[in-house]
């Protein structure tokens, strides 16, 4: 099994105590199958007060992203030898305030995903309250905004982009491609309240297809091309309006609950 | 910056880890700025002859430089800002093709840079007749 | 004005530079071509309308990236700037051409 030794360039910065950030380093041992968290949880052992996140370790929570080498990554995803240095550099993910060492605050980003309604809107509340049925939704409207819908909010996509690394009222890629998810929905009817919030001085237009999003994205998520589709939605809207087959109610009244099976 | 993280203005020129159209984007935004400097200098030079002399030639090959690169670049943006020639959506699969950055849109990518060299090429051929380079 | 309106006329003003532009330069540079007196001065106007529009709102937008909270100041600011440089302009296009 191949061995090597591979030395680690650790970030660290304790804003109540440090007047400035400073690097540590240390040797970890590494074999073809060590992922950047395995080394950092094994330097935990070493200096138990590196502050990390993580979660699943296998790719699917979006907690562990961080400047890897200078580009944004997740680190249980990344495999070391993977790299090709012989020295790694791990900063904490660019573009988010930094609580401590590597762990950042993601509240700015949640309240932007918030602020354009990440949910499904309909008017037919009696329904929704209580479902008697399915909403029909056929392949190919599934394949309009399933690669879309993929997103483990991990924050990658911030990190790369170049206009939020100027601009800290910029939507951002993950709260405009989950925006475009959900106008592509054919079972949402709130496409004009979200493009209303989109369509501003921060909204889709600060975005110049420079696509480093959909270059790091760990999922294949593709943030950059829903992006260039909401701005053709727009455009089209105003030209010859953007019109959406809605769906129809498919009844199952063998999955309803009756009324006296209710438990009290 | 620093309390927040943020990478500021120079990482608007940091495209060393990331795709082609990272470098474009910079690349785009450089020679817009130049060109806007150029019209200011352009309109010097034809309302105050004496004070601003034509240099004949030298500066027009920067203009056509700029100019070709930023309406090639900006011909492309058009159209895929659009929406058009992006590609289509699909399942993702592992192991992830890295997006927009494959397929149609490279492809498109590649035609526009090629469409650049060629118009800069007629020009310059144009500008080197007038400068009496060549005859 | 809503930002995707001031996007449309971007691209818009972008391919009308694109046609009047390629004039201006054939006619300044290509011998023996029939661009001159009426129809030239139309084409520059028409060029320098687009020409500043088109400038005036790309650097508006670099500068609302870099000055996020002052949007409206600096969008008033490149107005007035661009009016001004505008009809200067023009004014200077009329005088020399003629």
């Known amino acids: 099994m191949e061995e090597r030794w591979i030395l680690f360039k650790v970030f660290r910065y304790n804003p109540k105590v440090d007047k400035f950030p400073h690097w540590d380093g240390f040797r970890v041992k590494v074999d073809r199958g060590t992922t950047v968290l395995d080394a950092l949880l094994r330097i935990k052992e070493e200096d138990p007060t590196l502050a990390v996140r993580y979660s699943c370790r296998q790719s699917i929570c979006g907690s562990c992203g961080m400047m890897i080498n200078g580009k944004p990554r997740l680190a249980c995803y990344t495999r070391v030898l993977s790299l090709g240095t012989d020295m790694v550099e791990v900063a904490p993910l660019k573009n988010f305030r930094i609580i401590k060492d590597l762990v950042v605050d993601f509240s700015d980003f949640f309240k932007k995903e918030r602020s354009i309604y990440p949910f499904i809107i309909r008017s037919d509340a009696e329904e929704m309250m209580n479902p008697t049925g399915a909403y029909k939704q056929t392949e190919e409207e599934l394949l309009k905004y399933l690669e879309f819908a993929d997103c483990i909010e991990c924050g990658c996509c911030y990190a790369a982009c170049p206009t939020t690394a100027t601009d800290p009222l910029y939507l951002g890629p993950q709260a405009l491609n989950k925006a475009y998810r959900f106008i592509m929905d054919n079972r949402d009817e709130g496409a004009k309240l979200r493009l209303s919030v989109v369509d501003s001085d921060h909204g889709c237009w600060r975005c110049h297809f420079a696509a480093s999003c959909s270059n790091v994205c760990p999922k294949g998520v593709d943030p950059a091309k829903a992006i260039q589709f909401l701005k053709g939605v727009i455009m089209r809207e105003k030209v010859i309006g953007f019109k959406k087959e809605g769906t129809s109610l498919i009844k199952m009244p063998h999955c309803v609950q009756k009324e006296d099976q209710r438990s009290e | ?135 | ?98």
């Open chain 2, 1 to 135: 910056m620093r309390k927040e993280n943020r990478g500021g203005v120079f990482s608007w020129f940091d495209f060393r880890n990331y795709s082609l159209e990272r470098f474009l984007y910079t690349m785009h935004r450089v020679s817009g700025i130049g060109l806007v400097i150029w019209i200011a200098i352009h309109t010097m030079q034809n309302a105050f002859p004496k004070l601003f002399p034509f240099m004949y030639g030298w500066e027009y090959t920067i203009l056509l430089l700029l100019l070709s690169f930023h309406a090639a670049n900006g011909m492309r943006l058009l159209i895929t800002e659009l929406g058009f020639l992006l590609g289509k959506t699909y399942r993702p699969v592992y192991p992830y093709k890295m997006g927009v950055i494959y397929g149609t849109q490279k492809k498109f990518t590649i035609v526009m840079l090629l469409i650049f060299f060629m118009i800069f090429l007629v020009m310059f051929y144009y500008l080197m007749l007038n400068m009496r380079v060549i005859t």
């Open chain 3, 1 to 98: 004005m809503k930002e995707s309106n001031l996007m449309i006329l971007h691209y818009a003003t972008a391919l009308i530079l694109i046609v009047t532009g390629s004039i201006h330069l054939m006619a300044n540079n290509i011998p023996d071509i029939g661009i001159h007196g009426p129809l030239y001065l139309a084409n520059m106007l028409i060029f320098v309308s687009a020409l500043m529009y088109h400038a005036m709102n790309g650097v508006r937008v670099i500068l609302i990236e870099l000055v996020p909270t002052r949007s409206r100041a600096i969008s008033y600011i490149i107005l007035v700037i661009g009016v001004i440089a505008y009809l200067y302009i023009v004014s200077l296009v009329i005088t020399l051409v003629r």
